[in-house]
């Protein structure tokens, strides 16, 4: 089985910092991608930022510039650095990893950005 166990959200103020982990843990071959998405109630889920197993990333418009997606391997762990923070990126945020070719989720952390 594998897992994975986000940490790190919580209640920021505007243009304020987080950092997102995302640590996979169980019978892990191999980790070929990790992903972050946010969703809103009654929004669908979107896709915040991606990064290959080679380290190619890329991010939706919206955070562009504020927003780094990035991976300890030795550790199986991933990051989404958060900042420049707006009330707009309140949401609740899930990784996603493909691991071992499956698709893998993990519970989701609540960020919550005041004005």
């Known amino acids: 089985q594998v897992q994975l166990v986000e940490s790190g959200g919580g209640s920021v103020q505007a243009g304020g910092s987080l950092r997102l982990s995302c640590a996979v843990s169980?019978?892990?071959?191999?980790?070929?991608?990790m992903k972050w998405y946010r969703q809103i109630p009654g929004k669908q889920r979107e896709l915040v930022a991606s990064i290959t197993r080679g380290g190619s990333t890329d991010y939706a418009d919206s955070v562009k510039g504020r927003f780094t997606i990035s991976e300890d391997n030795a550790k199986n762990t991933g990051y989404l650095q958060m900042n420049s923070l707006k009330p707009e990126d309140t949401a609740v945020y899930y990784c996603n990893a493909v691991v071992n070719l499956i698709n893998f989720w993990g519970q989701g952390t609540q960020v919550t950005v005041s004005s």
């Open positions: 169980g019978s892990i071959n191999r980790i070929y991608a």
